[in-house]
Every structure is written in C-alpha cells, then in structure tokens.
C-alpha cells in the first residue's frame, strides 16, 4: 500500500469521492453535508492524497490550511471493499505527519453525529482528537461532531 498525492478529478477517484457523497447524503440532511466536490478538492489550499495497491484506490485524504497554524482534514474515505485493513489508520497518521511539518499547531475536523459515522469518531479519538466547538466557517448543527488535536 502506498500513498500518493492525487488528483480528486481521476476516474477511479471520482467513482470513490461519488461514493462517499452517496453515503453522506444517506445519512445526513443536506445542510449538513459539508464533503468537498472533486472540483474544490482541487485548489492549491487543499492537498489531496489517495491510498493505493496495486494501482487501486483504496482511500482518499485532503488537508486544507484554514491558518498558517491551523489545518483541517477534509474527505477521509476508505473503499467499502477496503475497510477493516488499515487503510483510514494508515492516511490518518500520513495527514498527521504532514500537518506537523507544516508547523500547525492544530488539526481539526467535521464528521457526522450519527452512527454510521461512529467509526470515524472512534480512529480520531484514537489519535488525540477531542470534541470542540465548530472552527472556520461551520456553526452549531446536530449532525455534525467537530473534533480537534493539538499538535507538538
């Protein structure tokens, strides 16, 4: 398995970011959909980075600077068929590593409040993350669960 930085607009990682926008409109309300389009992925602000073996995707992560200190994770997904391998542990730690060189004293994310999103919740805690307030452009919203680590 090997991480690469990758472009959102490919064909087999369009098919993984459609299914995750599938599953984020399954479970949450559309107001509180904040998953990225490929196209917004894109820009110079946002890195993104995809899991592959043997060529296919098997995950998919970005990270965007709100400030020279603070960076946010944005389009964690994991391939359906790829899940309980390690795939999101191993690119959580690859964004980690990198929001550290970058000198960020903060990483924070938005995840969903529902249970399908409980695994999520679950890796991040993992690695530090602790609930906080909504950061950057978000408000309050009974979907979402906002999450933040401080970085050494």
């Known amino acids: 398995m090997r991480i690469q930085v990758d472009d959102p607009r490919r ?11 599938a599953d984020m409109r399954a479970t949450s309300p559309p107001e509180s959909i904040h998953a990225l389009d490929p196209d917004a992925l894109a ?11 043997d060529g296919a995707v098997l995950g998919t992560a970005a990270l965007k600077e709100l400030s020279p200190t603070h960076g946010e994770i944005k389009s964690m997904r994991t391939a359906s068929g790829a899940r309980r391998r390690g795939v999101a542990a191993r690119l ?22 529902q249970d399908f999103f409980a695994p ?28 933040t680590v401080e970085l050494g």
């Open 92 to 113: 959580l730690d690859h964004v980690l590593a990198e929001a550290v060189a970058r000198g960020y004293e903060r990483l924070s994310l938005e995840t969903g409040s």
């Open 120 to 147: 999520a919740r679950a890796l991040y805690a993992s690695r530090g993350f602790a609930p906080c307030g909504p950061f950057g452009e978000y408000v309050l919203d009974p979907n979402s669960v906002f999450m």
């Open 11 to 21: 064909a087999d990682v369009l098919a993984l970011l459609e299914e995750h926008l």
């Open 43 to 53: 820009v110079p602000a946002i890195s993104f980075w995809t899991l592959r073996d």
